[in-house]
């Protein structure tokens, strides 16, 4: 089987998606996950940046919290990504909406990053499958968890506080403080796939 996939949806792919992927991914690796076992990938709803690295003041975000940035590359997001992927996690509901444009049925597992966090905090786990190092039980139990937090979301919009402001041209600061935001969801979501 697969490894269970999350994609990671902002505007440019330099900023807030690869902070996320990447820091979901380095959170992942902490708890002795593997690329076998979680897929975590990026694209941007706008194209304009693709092929360039990640922004260099995301890209000091990541490395400060002990993820990498190496061969990461923007990319536009295109609906085969939509359909590749398991959870979808964006900045923005608009990103939401674009990827619900995209594909229809991708709503029940596309959520604003925050969002899906808020939930999470709230959630139940002990009603999923149970977390072992194995492809398939990390992609059971990340189906299941995605089943519960839609749920548990029950049609209600996203909240304004959800969404992860777009740190594109400020300050050092003002990045740290949304990549503290990427942060406190995707290490939640790693260690409630993996543990």
């Known amino acids: 089987m697969a490894p269970f996939s999350v994609l990671c949806v902002c505007m440019g792919n330099i900023c807030r998606s690869p902070m996320a992927e990447r820091l979901l991914l380095a959170d992942a690796l902490a ?19 693709a092929g360039d690295p990640m922004d260099r003041q995301a890209a000091r975000q990541v490395l400060a919290r002990g993820g990498t940035t190496e061969g990461f590359k923007a990319r536009k997001l295109l609906a085969e990504h939509v359909d590749a992927a398991d959870l979808i996690l964006t900045a923005t509901a608009e990103q939401v909406d674009f990827v619900v444009g995209l594909r229809p049925g991708a709503g ?27 492809p398939d039980a990390v992609y059971a139990r990340g189906v299941a968890l995605v089943e519960l937090i839609d749920a548990a979301r029950a049609g209600r919009p996203p909240l304004d506080a959800d969404e992860l402001e777009d740190p594109w041209g400020h300050p050092d600061a003002f990045f740290s403080r949304v990549a503290d935001d990427v942060h406190a969801t995707t290490r939640l979501l790693a260690a409630a796939l993996l543990t």
């Open 31 to 49: 708890l002795g996950g593997s690329a076998d076992l979680l897929h975590v990938h990026g694209a941007g709803t706008g194209g304009w940046h």
């Open 108 to 134: 029940p597992r596309t959520f604003v990053l925050g969002e899906f966090g808020r939930l999470l905090r709230a959630a139940a786990l002990d009603s999923l499958p149970p977390a072992a190092a194995d």
